[in-house]
């Protein structure tokens, strides 16, 4: 009697908890790219739908590379005989100060939320839960380009295992195999016979590069950082950045839940701007202080440009004992006056 991979039990495991939540009759959409990470999505949640959940899948292809669209349509025609239904959809990246991986990112994101928010429509319920390849290496590479920007507690903690899709708060998401290895996966797609593409862009010499003509940021962590970082400590670097990043996110999610309550306490909304009384401010942990600030930043400015300079200097702001000049921040601007923060959009500032 055979018995599965190890590989392939540890895939089904995972699978089982990520839809153990999904009522039955309800439907999930797996994210395909084509990669191996993906595409051991596909067999695996059919196995543990088990008929009760229904199981799409989308493709989405960005145009950037002349094989892309046939390689989208291979994979959706592949798709279409593993899962219940498949869409495959071409999208243009989005201009933004992203990058190109960053602008690409946002652009499928968008699209596979539109995708989750109809199939939710047709189901009768609210958006279906998004299921993405994710994997220990992609969550140590983030952890890793967190550091690299000297970001905060949660920029370190990663990515999510189960959460909201990123940029789209009402669709839910879950990365089932966060924990697990690239090379795991690999195993799971050669043993339940389900082909990948290798897309080059992920490369050390893929088509995309940096501003200056250097690898992407990713890629260059995938390919130098990371070998040298193992084979400098010893081996088991993807598992100590995953543990890390898990333990900063435990923090950063009591820190944020205790400032939260604090900030309802203390932040007043003032017509379209918010009023923080400074004084009660400057008394909290700097760690408190600062979230309690980003926390009331996001009611009136673009929260997601909003970086630690920015936060840093409302900081000073609310501990200064006479600083009243204004600080601009990205969408809004800052005044102290009468220990009192006054925190609105441009627009307002008079």
């Known amino acids: 009697m055979s018995f599965p991979h190890p590989a392939v039990t ?21 994210a395909v790219s084509g990669g191996s990470d993906s595409m051991a999505l596909t067999k695996v949640a059919m196995w543990a739908a088990r008929g009760r959940i229904e199981v799409l899948s989308t493709t989405i292809d960005h145009g950037l590379r002349p094989e892309s669209a046939a390689e989208a349509l291979a994979v959706d025609r592949y ?7 498949s869409i495959v959809t071409q999208v243009q990246a989005t201009v933004g100060d992203a990058g190109p991986e960053g602008n690409a990112r946002a652009a499928r994101y968008a699209r596979i939320a539109d995708i989750a928010r109809a199939g939710g429509r047709m189901k009768g319920t609210g958006p279906l839960t998004v299921l993405l390849g994710h994997t220990a290496d992609d ?13 905060g507690a949660r920029s370190v903690a990663g990515m999510r295992a189960v959460g909201r899709l990123p940029g789209h708060d009402d669709v839910p998401m879950a990365r089932p195999y966060l924990h697990m290895r690239r090379a795991d996966l690999r195993t799971v797609c050669r043993e339940l016979d389900l082909p990948w593409v ?7 010499d893929g088509p995309w590069r940096a501003a200056d003509g250097s690898p992407l940021r990713r890629s260059a962590i995938r390919h130098r950082v990371l070998p040298e970082l193992d084979s400098a400590l010893g081996g088991g670097v993807i598992e100590a950045l995953g543990r890390t ?8 999610d009591a820190l944020s839940a205790i400032a939260h309550e604090i900030g309802r306490e203390l932040v007043r909304v003032s017509g379209n701007g ?16 600062t979230r309690i600030l980003r926390e009331a930043l996001a009611k ?15 900081d000073r702001l609310a501990c200064g004992v006479d600083n009243k000049r204004d600080i601009d ?3 809004a601007f800052a005044r102290r006056a009468d220990d009192l923060i006054f925190i609105a959009p441009r627009a307002e500032k008079s």
């Open 10 to 30: 540890a895939a089904r495991h995972a699978m089982i908890e990520a839809l153990a939540g999904v009522p039955d009759g309800a439907a999930v959409l797996l």
């Open 79 to 85: 798709l279409q005989r593993v899962v219940d239904a």
């Open 139 to 151: 969550q140590a590479e983030t952890v890793l380009l967190g550091l690299g920007r000297g970001s």
């Open 198 to 204: 290798n897309d080059p862009t992920n490369e050390i």
């Open 245 to 252: 990043a898990l333990m900063a996110r435990d923090d950063d």
């Open 274 to 289: 918010v009023v923080i009384p400074a004084k009660e401010l400057a008394a909290k942990p700097r760690a408190l202080r």
């Open 300 to 314: 009136v400015a673009r929260a997601g440009d909003v970086v630690y300079w920015h936060i840093n200097a409302l």
């Open 329 to 331: 921040v990205p969408g």
